[in-house]
């Protein structure tokens, strides 16, 4: 089984809808990474949490320790926001350097 | 904004050969990082770098691989005698506290063994 799970593994979305992607996890975390993939292929840190709610933009980041949980939010979503997203947990059995993650949600948002 | 870059972009290699991918970290970053994905698969932790030594290397990290700081700006991953099964993406990154503040990630270098 998968220290980090995602779902869904596909969404594909009118554009302006609102996007919840979730991720769920196993393991005691020190942090938890939302994480973007371009079609090209390249990785763009969106937030780092540990605890409650974080936003930038149109996107959300929310964490509940508690039950192993957080969700990735999007308002208002654009084309432009067609990706792969991918949630990574810094774990603490490890030195607090290792990110372990998920299989990503791929994301298509329609004009 | 400061940006982690890698060279190559891609790379062809005969199998057996040896592989050097290059990464120039942002430049106050303390912490460094190799991870690879294969096509179509999550991406995976290989190790992680702190004052000139490996802090962490996971079971992919194996007597194959080594990583070096040869100088104060770049950080290299290096594949001794490169297999088939070592293709795929591989990622830089860096940070400037491991654990509390995010990585931020290369492009990646695509390498392709033949």
């Known amino acids: 089984k998968n220290e980090v799970e995602q779902s869904p593994q596909n969404l594909t979305a009118q554009e302006g809808e609102f996007i919840t992607i979730n991720c769920s996890y196993s393991v005691g975390i020190s942090a938890l990474h939302w994480l973007q993939q371009h079609p090209g292929g390249g990785i763009v840190s969106l937030f780092m949490?540990?605890?409650g709610k974080k936003k930038h933009g149109r996107l959300i980041a929310t964490i509940n320790i508690q039950e192993k949980h957080s969700s990735l939010h999007i308002t208002a979503s654009h084309p432009r926001d067609s990706a792969v997203y991918i949630c990574?947990?810094?774990?603490?059995?490890?030195?607090?350097?290792?990110?372990?993650f998920g299989e990503g949600t791929q994301l298509t948002v329609n004009p | 904004e400061p940006e982690v870059t890698q060279t190559p972009s891609h790379q062809v290699t005969q199998m057996g050969q040896e592989v050097i991918l290059r990464c120039v970290p942002i430049s106050n970053h303390l912490y460094f990082y190799w991870y690879r994905q294969i096509l179509g698969q999550k991406v995976e932790f290989l190790v992680s770098f702190y004052n000139n030594e490996i802090s962490e290397k996971s079971e992919i990290f194996d007597d194959q691989f080594s990583v070096e700081r040869p100088d104060g700006s770049n950080f290299t991953l290096k594949i001794r005698s490169t297999k088939l099964e070592d293709s795929a993406m591989y990622f830089c990154?860096?940070?400037?506290?491991?654990?509390?503040?995010?990585?931020?990630f290369g492009d990646g270098t695509r390498l392709s063994i033949l």
């Open positions: 990154a860096s940070s400037d506290f491991a654990g509390y503040q995010p990585q931020h």
């Open positions: 949490l540990s605890s």
């Open positions: 990574a947990v810094l774990t603490k059995e490890t030195s607090g350097s290792r990110l372990t």
